[in-house]
């Protein structure tokens, strides 16, 4: 909506109309946790674009919360994993600890798809919107002849529509870091 008011009023569509569409809050805690998990930061900034909006109040009517939409359960299992002390599910509407638990999470999900090839991020996204038992599944269903048929045959259009929204985010954040010398 932002950049067609911009063209309407005659302001032409540059890198900065980009930048305020895709901003990069919470960067310092999203590289740190990046470079943890080995993850590109660029990949974290696109969920939580989608997922919440950088809003660290998020929460879903599933009962997401936070910046990565991380549901409690799931949350106290990655507060296990990484040895999160004195772990309360409230504690996911605090940036750090989503970012942290929200990308441990889509890590393992990177991992259990490793064999996967060129679907593996399709089938670790699917997996963070819909499940592991759902991703599970259409990894052995789906075509694995490339990412695009991959994607356009998820059954679900919630998350085929999110996988391809946070690839958009991606790429678009991708782009912007090269743009920025980052």
């Given at each position: 909506?932002?950049i067609h008011l911009e063209r309407r009023k005659g302001i032409p569509v540059t890198l900065a109309s980009f930048r305020?569409?895709?901003?990069?809050?919470?960067?310092?805690?999203?590289?740190?946790?990046?470079?943890?998990?080995?993850?590109?930061?660029?990949?974290?900034?696109?969920?939580?674009?989608?997922?919440?909006?950088?809003?660290?109040?998020?929460?879903?009517?599933?009962?997401?919360?936070?910046?990565?939409?991380?549901?409690?359960?799931?949350?106290k299992d990655m507060a296990r994993k990484v040895r999160l002390k004195r772990f309360s599910v409230k504690d996911l509407?605090?940036?750090?600890?989503?970012?942290?638990?929200?990308?441990?999470?889509?890590?393992?999900?990177?991992?259990?798809?490793?064999?996967?090839?060129?679907?593996?991020l399709g089938l670790a996204l699917s997996a963070y919107n819909a499940g592991l038992r759902a991703a599970s599944r259409?990894?052995?269903?789906?075509?694995?002849?490339?990412?695009?048929?991959?994607?356009?045959?998820?059954?679900?259009?919630?998350?085929?529509?999110?996988?391809?929204?946070?690839?958009?985010?991606?790429?678009?954040?991708?782009?912007?870091?090269?743009?920025?010398?980052?």
């Amino acid at each position: 909506e932002m950049i067609h008011l911009e063209r309407r009023k005659g302001i032409p569509v540059t890198l900065a109309s980009f930048r305020r569409l895709y901003p990069t809050y919470y960067w310092g805690e999203i590289n740190r946790t990046a470079r943890e998990q080995g993850l590109d930061p660029n990949l974290i900034l696109a969920i939580i674009r989608q997922e919440s909006a950088f809003n660290e109040e998020a929460l879903s009517g599933a009962g997401a919360r936070g910046l990565m939409q991380v549901m409690p359960k799931t949350a106290k299992d990655m507060a296990r994993k990484v040895r999160l002390k004195r772990f309360s599910v409230k504690d996911l509407w605090r940036p750090q600890t989503s970012i942290r638990l929200g990308s441990q999470h889509l890590s393992d999900h990177l991992e259990y798809f490793r064999r996967s090839k060129d679907r593996r991020l399709g089938l670790a996204l699917s997996a963070y919107n819909a499940g592991l038992r759902a991703a599970s599944r259409w990894s052995r269903q789906l075509p694995s002849s490339g990412v695009d048929e991959f994607v356009e045959s998820i059954p679900y259009r919630e998350t085929r529509d999110y996988v391809k929204l946070v690839y958009r985010n991606y790429q678009v954040y991708s782009y912007l870091q090269g743009e920025s010398g980052g």
